[in-house]
T-cell receptor, first 113, second 115 residues
Framework: GESVGLHLPTLSVQEGDNSIINCAYSNSASDYFIWYKQESGKGPQFIIDIRSNMDKRQGQRVTVLLNKTVKHLSLQIAATQPGDSAVYFCAEKTGGSGYALNFGKGTSLLVTP | DAGVIQSPRHEVTEMGQEVTLRCKPISGHDYLFWYRQTMMRGLELLIYFNNNVPIDDSGMPEDRFSAKMPNASFSTLKIQPSEPRDSAVYFC?????????????FGQGTRLTVV
């Protein structure tokens, strides 16, 4: 989800459930995507990345899915834990030969016991 | 490696004063980025450097903002004069050269409050 105004979209899940966080990107020429996790008072932290020649990539408890047809990216977190509570950002690499990342507004994940 | 180091962590200043934010990137990373984060606008790229050379500064809000990278281990972001609307968290990030992945490693940020 993308934020509107002051409020981030919030996803509330119970501990142990799976979480799915969605992101729509804008640039059809983007060739690299990253998911970042940001905890309160900290900088964004890398979770997982995927290149545009792939449609799925798995990490430890996380899976990223890429649908280039509709320019959609999702992050799946298995067996969500309280420590997963944070704001999650998707980012796309834009700018041709440049290496700057364009970030989405973020989704707040709240894990309840 | 200690990661990207930013200083200060918090800065409170009066409108009109000069503010200098500092960053030490991860050793060996050829790219350095300055981002600004606000609730309204999210994470915005201000400027980035490759091998100490500014590549894209199109995100710098106005002439009051300037950034330098005198060497591979140090960068500054300066705001002169500062205004209340500059209040935000400013992040510095560094990234290894292409071919080794382009993920950016972020510092802890500097929370700037201009009153």
């Amino acid at each position: 989800g993308e934020s509107v105004g002051l409020h981030l979209p919030t996803l509330s899940v119970q501990e142990g459930d799976n979480s799915i966080i969605n992101c729509a990107y804008s640039n059809s020429a983007s060739d690299y995507f990253i998911w970042y996790k940001q905890e309160s008072g900290k900088g964004p932290q890398f979770i997982i990345d995927i290149r545009s020649n792939m449609d799925k990539r798995q990490g430890q408890r996380v899976t990223v899915l890429l649908n280039k047809t509709v320019k959609h990216l999702s992050l799946q977190i298995a067996a969500t834990q309280p420590g997963d509570s944070a704001v999650y950002f998707c980012a796309e690499k834009t700018g041709g030969s440049g290496y700057a990342l364009n970030f989405g507004k973020g989704t707040s994940l709240l894990v309840t016991p | 490696d200690a990661g990207v180091i930013q200083s200060p962590r918090h800065e409170v200043t009066e409108m009109g004063q000069e503010v200098t934010l500092r960053c030490k990137p991860i050793s060996g990373h050829d790219y350095l980025f300055w981002y600004r984060q606000t609730m309204m606008r999210g994470l915005e790229l201000l400027i980035y450097f490759n091998n100490n050379v500014p590549i894209d500064d199109s995100g710098m809000p106005e002439d009051r903002f300037s950034a330098k990278m005198p060497n591979a281990s140090f960068s500054t972001l300066k705001i002169q004069p500062s205004e209340p609307r500059d209040s935000a968290v400013y992040f510095c990030a560094s990234s290894p050269r292409p071919g080794l992945g382009t993920e950016a490693f972020f510092g802890q940020g500097t929370r700037l409050t201009v009153v």
